[in-house]
């Protein structure tokens, strides 16, 4: 079979989710062709690279109306990529970008989206594994058309080590004006050029109403810079006004899949659950030991997060 993957790039670096998109889509066309599509301003320089990665090709819409996203600019852009490969399936990660994307080229393909997948085959069409009902069900779906679209869970698919080949890079023609793109970028304002984006980062620490004020959370900042991971929050917490929603993880925030997360001060509710039971190891501080965060937690520590953050993050800083 023939994948068609978009890696989706941030300021000429490729994000990791889209590697593990690119890679899965290897993985599925083995023996058969897998196709990158990169799309931005300026972007031809790093496109070879991803022949490292499993591309064997790489379609590049380098335009400067593409700088920022755009809905419309990069549907078009990948409009094209399938008219020109025809392939059996589209890959993208199922970031804020490809989540906004897959719909859109779905529904201007007449295609079918497999939305967050967890897990990818190829047999006589595409198949996937997604959870449902805030995780609880895992429900395997099958497209019933070629050039179906998915967008991949981060970290729900493992990346493989560049190999250092590079791909053959060839430009995209297609014709794009401002009269194409309605909704135009003014400004992009960003929380952190240095903060690890909380769906990519290998250890998230949490905090929810047990954190009881903005100021306590200052410790799990504490101790997301000592592990060198990232901050996320409960939508309690988000509501309380002591964290952005950029950071809430859950049902209505992001999903994660760290390889360690610590969930501090969280009681455990269903919806925030729904987004963070695939990480890898839980760790659970909270003060009531009733708390439903411990039956899904790989460890649990029964006292105040006042207390035992200071203390953890004090430990680790010792062993680094």
Partial sequence: MKALVFVEQRKGEFRKAAIEALCEGRRLSEGGACVAVVIGSNVNGIAGQLGGFGADKVLVADNALLENYSTEGYTAALQKAVAETSPDAVLMAATAMGRDLAPRLGARLDVPVLADVTSLTWSDGLQAVR???AGKVLMTVKANKKGAIATTRPKAFLP??????????????FGLTEVDIKAKVKQVQSEGEDMIELTEADFVVSGGRGMKSEESFKLLDNLAKVLGGAVGASRAAVDAGWRGHSEQVGQTGKVV?????????????IQHLAGMTSSKV????????????????DYGIVGDVNEILPALTEEIRKLK
């Fill in 160 to 173: 493989k080590e560049s190999d250092g080949r590079s791909a053959d890079v060839q430009a995209l023609e």
């Fill in 282 to 297: 839980i760790v659970a501080i909270n003060k009531d030991s009733e708390a439903p965060i411990f039956k899904i937690a």
């Fill in 257 to 269: 899949a760290p390889t360690l997360y610590i969930a501090a001060g969280i009681s455990g509710a």
């Fill in 131 to 133: 959870p449902v009902y």
